[in-house]
């Protein structure tokens, strides 16, 4: 029985859409709390703590995310944890998270002038009161438009998980898909809405850029 | 916890890792001539027209860039038929892989050619050059040897990226690994096995690529820092 | 038949006017300063010369080409006048003789062993020939801007503009620089230069124009103004340069 691509249908991907947004804060908020922690590691003082992050950020944006997606889902099984898809895709997007916005704030933490850290020793702060009170501060604002740039990213990359059966904005389509028989305004449909979410977030990013280089006055 | 891991099964198997291993090479190298010089094309004309006929190539570049490579693929793969327009997996991820690439190297190319100081323009143009000659030699090679290591980098995306193509029964890297694990049950062997080569083929990409770079624009890439300089780099307007 | 016409132009960048009604001839092989405070308009007349701003009242005529924007016209406007930047605008990924031979290729056909010969005259002519494969990148700013003279020199033009070349070199690089621009004034180089170096423009210039609020505000042979300012504004600008 075919059924046609009527608003029922729609109302079914609007549905899953919040799964994909529900995947996309969790994996933010998860992936940014180990992100400070990789990116403090990135640029600490100790080589050890240096080297792992730096390994592991090349690790993980040297693979596809859908082998994060894989190891974490078949390593978290045959660890004996049997845990429900959407969580098992939770921790892998986080962990892809992780490593890309642990990459971007390293940058922006580097990006603060040097003269910031010259003249925050000259008032002899301790290294942990120079990140807290002026270099973090100042990174955060460097860090925004990349973020924000990133975030894009994750949204689209949740649609990776549509592989192992989490129903999200993708999966939803191929659902429909099989049931309707329309794949084109099925799919566009789906790319229509990711559009919605995506692009205004793009936009976003480029406007914090752009305010940012005029801060610069570069 | 039994942590008991046998990749004998996996390495039995070889041979269809070794055929995704080369479909996964075959493709990317594909997509990205075909990607990159589709960029290549689209910024340099988006940079040569007036304001007004821009938008084709920034509604391009948007479309892509705000939805999931996935969607684009399901839309060749499955939605192009119900048009008339029929094709193999394959092609159907080669195709989606060069449009995919297509729009982000549009993008860095724009960046490129827009970071070259007006000042250059105005030193060729001085010169009596065409604005066709002041693009081609003046702008072009130090814009593309500005973005090289940008360029680089989305070129292992879409590497990467082959990997999704899995999902429509392509048999590369990972459709491989699908294949290999629902015959041999033995996923996470499969997956590690699997995610180390994908390491190793971004190393060799970066390699080989940024080799490229310098052979392709010898010296330009170090000297594409502005050469317009003294204190101000700007022509005050007095 | 003056070599350059310039009458009554009127120049507005938005709602700024920056060139009131400026008119000022030059003879072959004069040699013309233009100075003035910034946002006097000596600079923007200098590019409306070669075209780069587009007048919006007026006439000018260089080098017996009239004004016009259409683009061949233009080229063939820039055939003939040079301009010299200063922030030097050298192209940064070609050495010094691609520099210099890129337009002498491009713009009148010349074949590659004589536009090659062609570089090592000017390079002669300004001392740099040994520099000729160099990079940008490796010469100082006032080997810099030399080159940029030189490249501007290839193409034989019959005018030459400076605008404020030296401003932004350290002081000891600006003598280099100065020394070429005089020994091509020497040669019979018409020139128009806008520049702060008083004390050069005295010496070198035949005729130095004072610039002030958009206008001429005075003009005439260097000497006798530089010894002899008629207004209490050229009065002045020149005891607070001249300190």
Known sequence: MIRSFGVDEILFLLQSTGWTLVLTITASLLGGILALGVALARISTHSVAREIARVYIAIVQGVPVLMVLFLSFYGLAHAGLELPPIIAASIALSIYASAYLGDIWRGAIESVPRQQWEASASLALTRRQQYRYVILPQSVKIALPPTVGFLVQLVKNTSIVSIVSVVELTRAGQLINNVTFQPFKVFVAVAVIYLAICYPMSRASRRLEERFRVYRGG | MAFELQFAPVVADAPILLHGFWLTIKLSVSAICLGGSIGLLAATARSMAPRRYQWPVDLYVELIRNTPFLVQLYIIFFGLPALGIRMSAEYAGLLAMTINLGAYTTEIFRAGIESIHRSQIEAGLSLALTRRQVFQHVVLKPAVARVWPSLVSQFILIMLASSVCSFISVEELSGAAALIQSDTFRSLEVYILVTVLYLLLALAFKIALSFLGRWLLPGAAGRARVTSGGKTGETPRS | ?243
């Open chain 3, 1 to 243: 038949m003056s070599i350059v016409v310039v009458d009554n132009v009127r120049k507005s960048f938005a709602a700024n006017e920056v060139l009131k009604g400026v008119s000022l001839t030059v003879e072959r092989g004069q040699v013309v300063a233009l100075v003035g405070r910034s946002g006097s308009g000596k600079s923007t007349l200098l590019r409306c010369l070669n075209g780069l701003e587009v007048i919006d009242g007026g006439r000018i005529e260089v080098a017996g080409h009239p004004m016009d924007y259409h683009p061949a016209k233009l080229r063939a406007l820039r055939q003939d006048v040079g301009i010299v930047f200063q922030s030097f605008n050298l192209f940064p990924h070609l050495s010094v003789g691609e520099n210099i031979m890129l337009a002498p290729g491009l713009v009148k056909g010349c074949a590659r062993l004589e536009a090659r010969k062609l570089a090592e005259q000017v390079l002669a002519r300004i001392g740099l020939l040994e520099k000729i494969d160099a990079y940008p990148d490796s010469l100082s700013g006032g080997q810099q801007q030399r080159v940029a003279i030189a490249r501007s020199l290839a193409m034989q033009p019959r005018v030459m503009l400076f605008d404020e070349v030296t401003s932004a070199l350290d002081p000891e690089l600006t003598e280099e620089v100065l020394a070429v621009v005089e020994q091509l004034a020497r040669d019979g180089m018409t020139m128009l230069l806008v520049t702060h170096e008083m004390t050069f423009a005295r010496r070198v210039a035949d005729m130095t124009v004072f610039m002030n609020q958009g206008r001429i505000w005075e003009s005439g042979e260097s000497e006798r103004i530089f010894r002899q300012p008629q207004t209490p504004e050229f009065r002045q600008f020149l005891s607070s340069t001249l300190k």
